[in-house]
């Protein structure tokens, strides 16, 4: 601040006013009990989800599918849109996807989207596009699997030693 009007301290130019920031929301997919990926939703932008989303920004998830989830889950799955500051969810998918209220894991209690329906999410909801495929506000999706490396080089112990010069 210079004279009460907001400076840039380094090139000493006066600053605009760019005007508020967009809202944005932070989701998280978790495949298999881990948390794999996390991404951010605004106003301006939805993201598309899906094994390999066409759009520019998608959201890929196919790297982390087996073959069973993998011929279950479209390219373009579901796409998500941040409208006055709810996540709404929309099912572009040919096989559907389902949302699970309040993270619940209870078959009875989940809700099936059909392709083209849509969805606010509410607090604690999760999208399912497969079971252990979940999508979520990132605050309230844990990763719930614990670590098991897949090489034994994990668990090797380490030394170093110096052995004389012959």
């Known amino acids: 601040m210079r004279n009460g009007v907001p400076t840039c ?3 000493g130019v006066r600053l605009g006013d ?3 920031r967009p809202r944005t929301a932070v989701l998280a997919v978790r495949i298999g009990g881990l948390v794999r990926r996390r991404f951010v939703l605004t106003e301006t932008q939805p993201v598309l989800v899906g094994r390999a ?5 998608g959201v890929v ?3 982390w599918l087996n073959d069973e989830a993998r011929r279950w889950i479209s390219r373009n799955h579901v796409r998500f ?3 006055v ?4 969810v929309t099912d572009t998918s040919t096989n559907g996807s389902g949302v699970r209220p309040g993270g619940s894991m209870a078959e009875p209690d989940r809700i099936a989207l059909a ?4 969805r606010v999410l509410g607090e604690g909801d999760l999208v399912e596009l497969y079971p252990g495929v979940q999508i979520g506000r990132a605050d309230e999706v ?4 614990k670590f098991s490396p897949t090489s034994v080089m994990a668990e090797a112990p380490t030394m170093a030693m110096r052995l004389p010069r012959p």
Do not use: F, N
């Open 142 to 145: 844990t990763s719930d699997a």
């Open 81 to 83: 849109e941040l409208r």
């Open 115 to 118: 392709p083209q329906q849509s």
């Open 85 to 88: 500051g709810e996540v709404i």
């Open 53 to 57: 989303p066409d759009a520019t920004g």
């Open 9 to 11: 301290p380094r090139h």
């Open 18 to 20: 760019a005007g508020p």
């Open 61 to 63: 998830l196919g790297q």
